[in-house]
Each structure stands twice: as C-alpha cells, then as structure tokens.
C-alpha cells in the first residue's frame, strides 16, 4: 500500500518490486497539486497499482492466503535451460557456420575429449548441435 509517494522514491521502487514478485499493490490517490502525491497517481496511472480510497479496500486488497495474487506470467524457456555447466561451455565453443573437430572444439572449450564427444551427442539428442561433414557446428534451431 503506497500512502505518499514523490515521482522518484523508495515507496515507489518497494511497490515495482512488490509487483514482479506478484504482490497486489494498492495506492492512495492525494492531491494533483501534490508533490508528495505523484508517485501514487504515477502507479494508477501505468496501471501498477489498485485504487484504494477506503479501509474496506484496503482490507479487499489484502484477502488472505494469497487469494488476490497476480498470476505469474508465464516466460519463454530458451534452448540452453537446463543444461549442465560443461554443455553450455561446449555450446559456446560450437561455431554458427562453420564445423569444428573434437580437438579444436576441446581446445577452445577446455574440456576433455571424452568430455567434447558426450556432451556433442547430449547437445545433438536436444537438437542444439549438428553433425556436418566430419564436424560439429550449432544447430541452424539454437541460432
């Protein structure tokens, strides 16, 4: 709940917090001639905030056990979540156009060969490596 609020401050940057972590964030409206005001009526207007005039609100607003939670938004999982530290080492290794040996690929990843050839058939089997005329390179999806 923002009370008072100037256009910049600290009640400001707790309410955008608040907001990411799915918190319902409720502010007071003041005076338009306000200085102290223009942080609330910034958040009610960039829609980060709930309205909030009465104590009843602000009881609405606080349900409890979370019942007024935002949904979380859902994210884009990219090609590389999940992979092990020496599997995203070894992505960063392969080269977009050309192909690459085992040992050069061991050399500028700075793992072993036993390590290279695993790891190559595990970013193979997720269809982030390819094999091409004796070589490895990205795969054109992991682009």
Known sequence: MVVEARWRSGALNTAHHAETLGR??????????SANSAGCHRLLREGGAVCVTDAAEVAELASPSGEALVEPRASRSADHDGLTLEDLILLDALPLR?????????????????????????????GLAAAERGGWKRAKESC
């Open 24 to 33: 319902a964030v409720g502010a007071v409206p003041g005076s338009v001639h």
């Open 98 to 126: 050309t192909t690459s040996s085992v040992d050069k690929l061991c050399a500028v990843a700075g793992l072993s060969p036993e390590s290279v050839r695993a790891g190559l058939g595990r970013l193979g089997l997720l």
